[in-house]
RNA sequence: GGCCCCAUCGUCUAGCGGUAAGGACAUCACUCUUUCAAGGUGAAGACACGGGUUCGACUCCCGUUGGGGCCA
């Protein structure tokens, strides 16, 4: 079995090519056949190269690796259809020889001005074949008039074509109400669906795996194919995926538009901020969750949009939802996809990078997150071991707050140098300006500083109970302002575990920091009164 | 406009003539709690409509409505 996709360089991975790229692979891996990879760059003018990387890039990073296709070659090389001209040419000749296709002549307003009449009358367009020339001396005739040719298609006029799709059945079409359409220009150049039906014969795919948009232009390719005696592949068309909200086809383009969904603006809005603090492009016609790009940047796991893509139209039953890449290529079965689009749903889509994230161990979730710290500057490359230790307890403190990785940036306070720690100005006010917090949070600073205990987790909780029993305050009364004068927000993970991580030192030189600022605070008050 | 496709909780879906219509995400409540999460417990929530077929329809057929795609 050989199946394949046919991709248009656009300069981006755009989720639902993402996904028939997943269920073509699977199909592929799970029966053993061939996936190929096919660059359709016919109306594609430069920058081939550049426009392809990102899908390339895309389709590695998603762990879709293929069989035949650019940078890996192949039997049937090569694999873009700008260098494939001539075997289109061929095939349009052996059309025109068989009677399956004929010259046409009519100008642009002649056709322009049937269409319309036929829009006129509401009927279903069809060429009047008036300009149609089969025979040389018809071809002089209309060329002595200075007409220049095109080429259709002379599609039959009764009978009905049954396709059997392998996800919808039997889909029937009426010839009669198909068009003649062009395969080939005036000026030679050969039409998508041409180059499509020959590249698929000549590579020898046995099943089209597509989206949905495509069941419309079947009619056509069938009959080139049959017309020029080929088999046909089994075809199997996709629901396509939808816009969230909407069962509109999901758009690039339109990712501005999907700002106003609440999801959808959540997600852009939690990616800027990694991209912000990297200080990445966050133009929303490059950097927008429709493309794949967008996920790899901000540190999602591949396997999770991979399970989460998949879910998209296709399920193996009525429980399970967690798979791994590997799973599916021995599960994912053709005939379990669905026949309704599906919308795409970020807040589902995070529901599993959450559950893969945490699917993993620490330590590879370490080697996640460093290249965002380094990349912010806030550690080495190649941090040293003290750092990799700090950064693993902080995963396993932060548990699934650090859902995709660039979400360890939350906690860049904790690589800041502590005289350079910056206070969240409301929380400290509010926290510090309390009755005798500043006072409790002195006192507790000594306990700190010369307690005896190890500075880990459990000690510092005996400690803590030991401090509010003998003040007689409650921990609320505390922590807080503790919390503030240490991380400089107001929330974050367990309290105990933000102090351990840090250390003796560093806690009591960031809660020194913070009484001087408390105390400054209060001498701005106190000046402010006098004033009044 | 023509043709084609689609239709179960807000969303993704299970269902393949007899079910209390199941699960997941989201939502809400309670609980746990040093903050924010997470967790635990529970709640609410769907077969688009109308006809058939059948002892019996979410399920099969037809139509309507709605949504979408392709071609123009």
């Known amino acids: 079995m050989r199946v394949r996709i046919a991709p248009s360089p656009t300069g981006a991975m755009h989720l639902g090519l993402a ?47 293929w069989d035949e296709g650019p940078e890996v070659g192949g039997p049937h090389a090569p694999y873009f259809q700008s260098q494939r001209a001539e075997q289109y040419q061929a095939a349009v000749r052996e059309l025109l020889e068989r009677g399956f296709a004929y010259r046409d002549y009519a100008t642009p307003e002649e056709i322009k001005a049937e269409k319309e009449a036929a829009l006129a009358e509401k009927r279903s367009l069809r060429y009047s074949r008036r300009w149609m020339a089969e025979t040389s001396e018809q071809r002089a005739r209309f060329e002595s008039e200075g007409r220049k040719p095109v080429v259709r298609l002379k599609m039959p006029q009764e009978g009905k074509l049954v396709i059997c799709d392998l996800v919808r059945g039997h889909v029937e079409f009426n010839w009669a109400l198909e068009q003649d359409h062009v395969v080939q220009r005036a000026d030679g150049s050969c039409l998508y669906h041409l180059a499509n ?113 998949v879910l998209l139209g296709w399920s193996l039953d009525d429980r399970t939802e967690h798979f791994t890449r590997e799973e599916l290529v021995r599960v994912f079965l053709l005939d379990r996809v669905n026949r309704a689009p599906a919308s795409f749903d970020p807040r589902k889509l995070m529901a599993f990078q959450v559950r893969h994230m945490l699917a993993k161990p620490v330590e590879e979730r370490v080697d996640m997150v460093l290249p965002y710290l380094h990349k912010a500057g806030l550690i080495p490359e190649q941090p040293d071991d003290g750092t990799r230790t700090a950064v693993a307890r902080i995963l396993g403190a932060a548990g699934d707050r650090v859902k995709v990785a660039g979400d360890i940036l939350d906690y860049a306070d904790f690589f800041t140098a502590d005289t350079e720690l910056e206070y969240a100005e409301k929380a400290f006010r509010r926290r510090m300006g309390k009755q005798g917090a500043v006072e409790l949070l002195r006192r507790l600073r000594d306990r700190l500083a010369d307690d005896g205990e190890p500075f880990e987790v459990a000690g510092l909780e005996r400690l803590m109970r030991g401090f509010i029993e003998a003040e007689g305050v409650k921990v609320g009364d505390i922590i807080h302002g503790l919390r503030v004068a240490v991380t400089g927000k107001q929330v974050g993970f367990g309290m105990f575990d933000c102090l351990a991580i840090l250390g003796r030192e560093r806690c009591l030189v960031r809660i020194d920091r913070a009484l001087e600022k408390a105390a400054a605070m209060q001498t701005d008050a106190g000046e402010n009164d006098e004033r009044r």
């Open 197 to 309: 039906v020959v590249d698929d014969y000549d590579f020898g795919i046995t099943h089209v795996i597509r989206g949905e948009e495509h069941l419309s232009n079947t009619p056509r390719q069938v009959f080139i194919a049959q017309s020029l005696g080929w088999p046909l592949p089994e075809y199997a068309q996709m629901p396509f995926v939808a816009e969230p909200g909407t069962k509109n086809k999901l758009s690039k383009r339109k990712a501005k538009r999907y700002l106003k969904n609440p999801d959808f603006a959540q997600l852009v809005e939690h990616g800027n901020r990694i991209a912000d603090t990297l200080r990445l492009e966050t133009d929303p016609d490059t950097f927008n969750p429709v493309v794949l790009d967008f996920y790899e940047k901000v540190g999602f796991l591949p396997e999770a949009i991979l399970n989460y893509l």
């Open 19 to 65: 996904r028939t790229a997943l269920y073509n692979w699977l199909f592929a891996r799970h029966h053993n056949g061939k996936f190929i990879l096919r660059i359709d760059d016919t109306d594609l003018k430069r920058n081939i190269k550049e426009a392809l990387e990102p899908i390339l890039r895309g389709l590695r990073w998603l762990g879709i690796d």
